[in-house]
């Protein structure tokens, strides 16, 4: 068992979770880059905070990562609140994953609560996260 | 007061940290460790051993073995027994990677015979089993198929033409956990698993090709039983139940801590530590997961088992019998499991949880396969890629102190993103084979982070658990051939 672990700084919420999905996709793949827009995905998720609709939406990544072998690059996040409950949209767009084109590293298996955090300081939102290769 | 002026030195191996510590505890806690690696343990381990002190219903000591490191919630490394009637279960103290364990084969084959064709034997290893991030396995199933394999474990796989009969007795629980029930898990993980069965997984899975030196053996008679020889190759692989078993341990942990405190008032310090009473429903339901999800890691080792038999009859033109590929042993080093102990003159059942900690049951246990109940039950160590692996023998003094415990690797003392910044996975690749260790890897940069400079001395966790009579040493592999996802 190990961990990697990362902090994610934003000016929105929808940039947050933009660049916490971008986190992931790097534990995956070491050069973002790489990955083409070659397919669209829509993403739906609910949640009953924000920490819960993030740490969902992470491990909805690593769900698709394993049963439709899809890793993307822009993610398009639209976040909004409703009947006190968090719901986030995200039109991601990426490709399946390709050992001979993508220089992978190594395989997130699931989103921790260990040192799990979202919160807000300064007119900046903050996220820390843990995941399990 | 800080934890290291609370710790006790009991003896040249053991530390304990008192009840009176921390609030909630129930029991102390007790750290097996020499002087060295107790010393190069981080601090958050104790903390998370002292945390684990306070569940309900612990019995004795929470217990860190000799390669104890931090983890989520329980640190790995850990034991913890839990009252079968009064206590709970904890997701966190099995682990996420739920089964993770170590097989290890023999050969008939010396090093002399392997080495002209160490390459194209690694090579066609690496290319027939399917490994690091985003590999399928080579076993097709369908959902229904998948629910046999949750419920059958290692026996489907014999039933199903991978394997030989005489492999399912030297698997713990005969490769079949009884009351695995495919309806206590969610769909989401059967689909995360459905294509997982046949793939080694990333990070610090393996497969590995290594090397028994005469010099060391250290129980000849022992070793001659097992049917270990000076020269003898051997093969150790460490995998275990993929996306699947991690899927289930999130699921629960969720579930846990929605109605842990609500329904029934238990009070934690780690929401990693989430649990249930085990009598209670959602106990049940995740115990029941839990042996889906161990089933279906007996299964992987177990198929991955039948392809190397196949990769050796190509590369070696011979058939498996007279390649002599029987298996010494499977053991599970992230489980939870119903095990009777005498505690404090009374005999009484309980829910063993060992997470990242091995099973090490001394000679004459009823659990212990008949060819080997007169040794002891073998106890598989893996340490890092670099450095060698063990065969110990469980002890009753084991049975005796940690609930059948002993360690079970080597533990990291480095992150991975510190050892991927001081090792480069090309140049370590070249200098192991300057050192005649050949390795085929997925990942440059996964390698990196696998160098065996990350990682505690294998050598010295072994001489802690034999130092403190938890088990004791057969035999050392070295490494000669690896492949990495």
Redesign the interface.
């Known amino acids: ?4 672990a990362f902090e994610v700084e934003a000016n929105s919420l929808n940039e947050l979770f933009e660049l916490a999905g971008l986190a992931m996709m790097n534990i ?1 793949v ?1 050069d973002l880059s790489e990955i083409e827009l070659l397919t669209k995905k829509s993403i739906s998720i609910s949640a009953d905070s924000i920490e819960m609709l993030l740490y969902n939406f992470l ?1 909805e990544l ?2 698709i ?3 439709e ?1 899809l890793v993307f690059r822009n993610f398009n996040v639209k976040v909004d609140k409703k009947d006190d409950k968090y719901h986030l949209t995200s039109e991601a767009e990426g490709e399946e ?1 390709k ?1 001979s084109k993508h ?5 997130p ?6 040192k ?1 955090e979202v919160k807000r300081e300064n007119g900046k939102w903050l996220a820390r996260v ?1 995941v ?2 | 007061l800080g934890v290291l002026e609370a710790v006790k030195r009991i003896s040249d191996y053991l530390w304990e940290i008192p009840i009176n510590y921390k609030k909630g505890m129930k029991v102390p806690a007790r750290i097996y460790a020499n002087n060295k690696l107790f010393r190069s343990m981080d601090v958050q381990v104790f903390e998370q051993i002292t945390n684990v002190a306070t569940l309900p219903g612990i019995q004795k000591y929470a217990f860190c073995m000799p390669d104890a490191h931090s ?3 329980f640190p ?1 490394g850990g034991v913890a027994a839990m009252d079968f009637e009064q206590g709970v279960i904890s997701p966190g103290g099995i ?3 739920i089964n ?1 364990g170590m097989r290890l084969v023999l050969t008939s084959l010396t090093y002399n015979d392997v080495k002209p064709k160490l390459k194209e034997f690694v090579d066609t290893l690496f290319s027939r089993i399917p490994s ?3 590999a ?1 396995g080579f076993v097709r199933l369908s959902r229904s198929e998948f629910e046999e394999v949750m419920k059958l474990g290692s026996r489907w796989c014999i039933e199903h033409g991978y394997g030989w009969e005489e492999d399912l007795e030297r698997t713990e629980e005969n490769g079949e956990m009884e009351g695995a029930n495919p309806r206590a898990v969610s769909d ?1 993980a059967a ?2 698993g ?3 069965l046949g793939t080694l ?4 899975h393996y497969l590995e090709i290594q090397v028994v030196k005469k010099e060391n053996i250290y129980d000849e008679e022992a070793a001659k039983k097992i049917g270990i020889f000076p020269e003898q190759v051997t093969i150790m692989y460490h995998t275990g139940s ?2 699947f078993g ?2 289930i ?2 699921d629960y ?1 969720q579930i846990f ?1 929605n109605v842990m405190e609500r329904k029934y008032g238990i009070k934690i310090l780690d ?2 530590l ?1 649990c249930a009473p085990i009598n209670s429903t959602e106990g049940q339901n995740y115990f029941s997961a839990m042996k889906c999800a161990a089933n279906m890691s007996f299964a992987n080792r177990q198929v991955i088992l039948h392809r190397i038999r196949e990769v050796m009859e190509k590369v070696f033109h011979q058939d498996a019998e007279k390649l002599g590929l029987h298996m010494i042993y499977d053991v599970a080093h ?1 489980i939870a499991k119903v095990e009777r102990y005498v505690i404090d003159g009374e005999e009484k059942t309980v829910l063993v949880h060992r997470k ?1 900690a091995t099973r090490s049951f001394g000679p004459g246990r009823k659990e212990i396969p008949l060819v080997y109940r007169e040794l002891g039950q073998p106890v598989i160590i893996g340490g890092s890629m670099e450095t060698g692996s063990y065969l110990l023998l469980g002890t009753k003094k084991a049975e005796i102190e940690t609930f059948g415990s002993t360690a079970h690797g080597s533990g ?1 003392t480095m992150s ?2 510190k050892a991927k910044k001081l090792f480069r996975g090309e140049r370590l690749q070249r200098d192991m084979m300057q050192r005649g260790i050949y390795v085929k890897t ?5 390698l990196a ?1 696998e160098a065996g400079a990350a990682y505690k001395s294998i050598d010295d966790v072994v001489q802690a658990v034999e130092l403190a009579g938890l088990s004791k040493k057969v035999v050392r592999f070295i490494p000669v051939g690896n492949i990495k ?1």
């Open positions: 068992m190990a961990d990697v995956l070491e491990q690593i769900f990562k394993d049963t072998m994953i050992p220089k992978m590293v190594v395989d298996k699931a989103v921790t609560m260990h799990f843990v399990d290769v | 983890g989520y919630g790995i682990g996420f990677d993770c690091g991030v985003g399928t989401r689909q995360r459905l294509n997982q997984g990333s990070g610090n993929r996306g991690h899927q341990g999130t942990l801590l929401r990693e989430a992230n990242g990291r991975r993103a997925v990942s440059f940069a996964g982070e996802g």
